[in-house]
Nanobody, 127 residues
Framework: QVQLVESGGGSVQTGGSLRLSCAVS????????VGWFRQAPGQEREGVAA???????DYLDSVKGRFTISEDRAKNTLYLQMNTLQPEDTSMYYC?????????????????????WGQGTQVTVSS
């Protein structure tokens, strides 16, 4: 049984940083798409960052240069380092894993292709 458990969310002021972690178990990583998504109330879930088959990464335009996705395969953990946080980053953040292979941009956009999701962790940025 695949399980994804996020941690690291919280409340910060504008300009602050947080690092989200996603502990993954029961999943065979291979070269499948993995990523971070977020969803604010009344909005669609959007891809924030993803790792594609070649190990490259892709980011939502609004977070480029501020967020970094990474993974530690030995620890089966996915990370999202978030710097210079802005109020518009306030959202519920989800990590996700798939059994599909693609380039990093496709992985970030292919929300409906992900089979496994964490429960979410709330990030709130105050001005």
């Amino acid at each position: 049984q695949v399980q994804l458990v996020e941690s690291g969310g919280g409340s910060v002021q504008t300009g602050g940083s947080l690092r989200l972690s996603c502990a993954v178990s029961g999943y065979t990583r291979n070269s499948f798409c993995v990523g971070w998504f977020r969803q604010a109330p009344g909005q669609e879930r959007e891809g924030v960052a993803a790792i594609g088959a070649a190990g490259n990464t892709d980011y939502l335009d609004s977070v480029k240069g501020r967020f970094t996705i990474s993974e530690d395969r030995a620890k089966n953990t996915l990370y999202l380092q978030m710097n210079t946080l802005q109020p518009e980053d306030t959202s519920m953040y989800y990590c996700a894993a798939s059994t599909v292979i693609g380039g990093s941009r496709w992985c970030r956009l292919a929300r409906d292709k992900y089979s496994y999701w964490g429960q979410g962790t709330q990030v709130t940025v105050s001005s």
